[in-house]
């Protein structure tokens, strides 16, 4: 089993940056991609960033340029960095894990990012 624990959130301005962990444990070398979701009072949940195994990142549109995928395999660690906040990247941010042959992802229980002025 792998569980996930997301933090780092706060409350900043626009502008301002904030750098999110996912701490993974358990069955860890099981994982096969990570990623970064959030989700917004009264929307879907979507995707922000991810990264696999081998490296390969992807990221929503509305984030390119300003938030960064990485990963620490030797903390078992993935990282969202996210510069030149905007209020409306105000969500839940939820870390993700896809697990090899399991069909359900495993979720982290979310952080919360506020960017007001």
């Known amino acids: 089993q792998v569980q996930l624990v997301e933090s780092g959130g706060g409350l900043v301005q626009p502008g301002e940056s904030l750098r999110l962990s996912c701490a993974a444990s358990g069955s860890i070398f099981s994982i096969i991609a990570m990623g970064w979701y959030r989700q917004a009072s009264g929307k879907q949940r979507e995707l922000v960033a991810s990264i696999t195994n081998g490296g390969i990142t992807t990221y929503a549109d509305s984030v390119k340029g300003r938030f960064t995928i990485s990963r620490d395999n030797a903390k078992n660690t993935v990282y969202l960095q996210m510069n030149s906040l905007k209020p409306e990247d105000t969500a839940v941010y939820y870390c993700?894990?896809?697990?090899?042959?399991?069909?359900?992802?495993?979720w982290g229980q979310g952080t919360q990012v506020t960017v007001s002025s």
């Open positions: 993700n894990a896809h697990i090899l042959r399991t069909i359900t992802p495993t």
